[in-house]
């Protein structure tokens, strides 16, 4: 789960380790930070991969709110439209194109250094906005309720569909948790399917109990009619890495009251986690 805004960090997923190299000293010549893949324990806002190691470690794409350059080297062969297909921001020849890396990554951190203040596709306020937000909160020392929003099987729906239908549901979800929210309250969309509403205590309940109906009984209409008849898409599952059937998409709400006694941004977050850890925990339970 992530609130707190990232640090200006460029994670290297390359599977050769000279080329690796090269990367991070190419990289570190231009005053950007690398860190050497997803044993990284900073958070980051590009990712640069080979294509071989893009679909070995990201499965085609990256982390949440994470900007992807593909490097394709002389092994491969893909087309710049077919690299924005699987999800990258950009698609480079290497070494041909070697020293346009700095900049492109460049200008890729101070994209998603300004999506964490709104964000793009919804034009909510992002992840830095929220994160200044609860500090303020937590200041103050007044109570407030935090609702945490996501989507249960997004990923399987945007394997399936690809990322144009996935953004419909996002823009969906936003104008629907927009809708229900309150006047005083404020919604916030961090990237991907992670909303997250700032909101009185008693308030944070009503949503709780009113956004899952209203957007399950949507969720459906965005599967073409053979999928919505059998319940369920197939898809890889990133645990198993097998064939497996995923349910219809269904939204995850959850909240916390928050105030006097937490020490900070990250200590909600915690919160938060296990509280969607629960919440999932109890719907697998009932089956």
């Known amino acids: 789960m992530w609130i707190a805004p990232p640090s200006r960090c460029v994670e290297v997923l390359v599977e050769d380790a000279a080329l690796r190299d090269a990367v991070c000293e190419l990289l570190a010549r231009s005053g950007l930070q690398a860190c050497p893949g997803p044993s990284c324990r900073e958070r980051h806002l590009v990712a640069i991969a080979t294509v071989r190691a893009c679909a070995a470690e990201l499965g085609l794409g990256a982390t949440r709110g994470t900007a992807l350059v593909l490097l394709e080297t002389g092994e491969s062969c893909l087309s710049r439209a077919e690299a924005l297909g699987l999800g990258a921001d950009g698609l480079l020849r290497w070494p041909a194109e070697a020293g346009d890396l700095a900049p492109v990554v460049a200008a890729l951190l101070r994209r998603r250094q300004r999506d964490l203040w709104t964000h793009p596709l919804t034009g909510l306020p992002g992840g830095a906005a929220l994160h200044a937000a609860l500090e303020e909160c937590i200041a103050a020392e007044e109570g407030f309720g935090l609702v945490a929003v996501d989507i249960e099987h997004f990923k399987a729906f945007n394997d399936r569909y690809g990322f144009s239908r996935g953004d419909?549901?996002?823009?969906?979800?936003?104008?629907?948790?927009?809708?229900?929210?309150?006047?005083?309250?404020?919604?916030?969309?961090?990237?991907?399917?992670?909303?997250?509403?700032?909101?009185?205590r008693e308030a944070a309940c009503v949503l709780v109990d009113v956004l899952p109906p209203r957007f399950n009984e949507k969720a459906a209409g965005f599967y073409d009619e053979a999928d919505r008849e059998q319940g369920f898409v197939c898809g890889i599952s990133r645990e198993t890495g097998m064939v497996t059937a995923f349910p219809l998409m269904s939204v995850c709400v959850v909240a916390i009251a928050g105030g006097r006694g937490d020490a900070s941004v990250d200590a909600l977050?915690?919160?938060?986690?296990?509280?969607?850890?629960?919440?999932?925990?109890?719907k697998w339970l009932r089956g």
């Not at 977050?269 to 109890?282: D, L």
Request: glycine letters at 14%.
């Open 269 to 282: 977050a915690r919160r938060v986690a296990e509280e969607k850890e629960r919440a999932r925990g109890a």
């Open 168 to 200: 419909r549901v996002l823009e969906f979800l936003g104008r629907l948790v927009a809708e229900i929210a309150g006047p005083g309250d404020r919604v916030f969309h961090l990237g991907g399917d992670d909303f997250f509403v700032l909101t009185g």
